[in-house]
């Protein structure tokens, strides 16, 4: 009763939604008499025991951070009624909290607009940068759904890379106009757990529909962006109705034509560029258009056809360095569906032979040229076609030794990654960037090249298997079948 009067109090008490609540549906427990654990009262008191009562409680109402912010109940079919509408949000499954700070909470509630103490300021200083539309096509995603099945956590890295690319891209445009950039809305194609997926699922939800629209701390660690002080709005920010509806108003839209193309007039709410104009030029176009423009917005593929240059090699070379830690994520997804092909004994996290395999992300992107010429690379007017091939395309960034992306000279046709795996297939990911912008150790690519922990009597065994192998590595996973070539069923290598 005491609580049913709080929430009364609070004006949120909601009769037809306890109502819901019945021995017949769920369980309900009262406590014993003189149960003494149950005295209300601090240890330097004494007061008699109180009875109390615990029960399940319905899920749409009292959501939890996975039903709201992964399943999205809230969203569901008759979210309008208001026995089923949410009354509390549970900030469980989330990630990027520090004994310092919630991060991670504090995000999720920003994009939901359920954080009321951001200060005034917070939607009104400066010029902001949002991305129109989609960061990648549905050819893109038919294409890497037709080669890796729903189990397989590949589907998710292919499908984050133009997303991570499209984050870095706005990062920088925003960089370059001095602006804060407003983030897309981010899709997970396969959900984050720390224990086995089933079908790229939490095993108890196994019709959650994949993708799903993903906060950012399940592609992402808010925590870095914040201890380098990056300023940036979550997807939500211009919905949310503490942006002043004047502020809304001075928005400009950018286009850039495309290769070959004439630029279109400018008018007070829009501008076109010519293709491969640096980024660096962008806000004195915008502002010859609009002095007092507060927000700019920009689709993905025409902020592709822009050069990736901040103004000096200098501010592109301080740029990497920031991109590579904050647009770098350690988070493992372990597949049901690949764990059984060893057959090797019991579990034992530290043996190579019977440990998990799990797929690691997310990789940062490639960096931008750090060349004067960055921007005269693009004599050729070539573009990079955003159909299928741009997710699988065999054309890949330079790298170093250690197998980490170069810059490349041309500022707008940027050789990227096609995904975002890190480590493809392996118990524990030892790579990981640092925030000075090092590596920490490079990246594995199964089991049998060690992983931190792996037992050194199995050193033996692994390193006479690798001897055998092309190039001294294991071969790296398909990724569309369980397993991997040349592996028997104990996880030993007999070749291809």
Not at 68 to 97: C, E, I, K, W
Not at 170 to 191: E, M, N, R, Y
Not at 448 to 473: S, V
Request: aromatic content about 10%.
């Amino acid at each position: 009763r005491t609580w049913r009067a709080s929430l009364a109090a609070h004006g949120l008490h909601r009769p037809e939604a306890f109502g819901r609540i019945s021995p017949s549906t769920r369980g309900v427990f009262l406590s014993k008499e003189g149960f003494a654990s149950a005295a209300p009262c601090l240890p330097s008191e004494r007061c008699a025991p109180q009875r109390f009562s615990l029960a399940t409680l319905p899920l749409r109402v009292f959501t939890g951070g996975h039903t709201y912010f992964m399943q999205r109940l809230h969203n569901a079919p008759g979210h309008d009624l208001p026995r089923l509408s949410p009354l509390t949000v549970h900030f469980t499954f989330q990630y990027s909290d520090t004994p310092d700070y919630p991060h991670g909470k504090r995000q999720r509630a920003r994009e939901a607009a359920l954080w009321a103490v951001d200060p005034p300021e917070y939607f009104t200083e400066g010029v902001f940068v949002a991305l129109d539309g989609p960061t990648y096509s549905e050819a893109e995603q038919a294409a890497v759904y037709a080669r890796f099945p729903s189990w397989s956590p590949q589907r998710h890295m292919h499908m984050d890379a133009p997303q991570r690319q499209a984050v870095r891209d706005l990062l920088g445009l925003a960089t370059a106009v001095g602006g804060i950039p407003v983030l897309p809305s981010l899709w997970c194609h396969c959900d984050r757990y720390w224990g086995f997926l089933k079908n790229c699922r939490f095993p108890m939800v196994p019709n959650m529909n994949l993708p799903f629209n993903c906060p950012q701390d399940a592609l992402y660690d808010p925590t870095r962006w914040a201890a380098k002080g990056v300023r940036w709005r979550e997807h939500t920010f211009l919905d949310n109705p503490n942006v002043p509806a004047l502020l809304r108003t001075q928005t400009v839209t950018v286009t850039v034509a495309a290769p070959g193309e004439v630029p279109a007039a400018a008018a007070p709410d829009q501008i076109s560029l010519a293709y491969g104009t640096p980024m660096s030029e962008v806000m004195a176009a915008v502002r010859q258009a609009r002095p007092g423009v507060r927000v700019i917005r920009i689709a993905n593929h025409h902020l592709r056809r822009l050069c990736r240059w901040l103004g000096s090699s200098q501010a592109n070379a301080d740029f990497n360095k920031l991109a590579r830690y904050i647009l770098t994520e350690s988070s493992r997804y372990c597949p049901q569906e690949d764990m059984g092909g060893y057959g090797g004994g019991s579990f034992d996290w530290q043996n190579p032979f019977v440990a998990y395999n799990c797929t690691w992300g997310f990789h940062y992107p490639s960096p931008f040229p750090e060349g004067k010429a960055a921007c005269s690379a693009t004599g050729e007017q070539r573009e990079r076609s955003s159909s299928a091939g741009g997710l699988l395309s065999s054309l890949l960034p330079p790298v170093n030794a250690a197998g980490e992306p170069l810059a490349g000279a041309d500022g707008v046709n940027v050789a990227e990654r096609p995904n975002s795996t890190t480590c493809p297939r392996i118990m524990l990911c030892d790579y990981n960037i640092l925030p000075d912008g090092s590596m920490t150790k490079p990246i594995r690519w199964c089991n049998i090249e060690g992983y931190n922990g792996m037992k050194q009597d199995h050193l033996p065994a692994t390193r006479a298997m690798l001897a055998k192998m092309p190039d001294g590595r294991c071969p790296y996973p398909p990724g569309d079948i369980p397993g991997m070539p040349g592996f028997d069923r104990r996880g030993h290598y007999i070749g291809a």
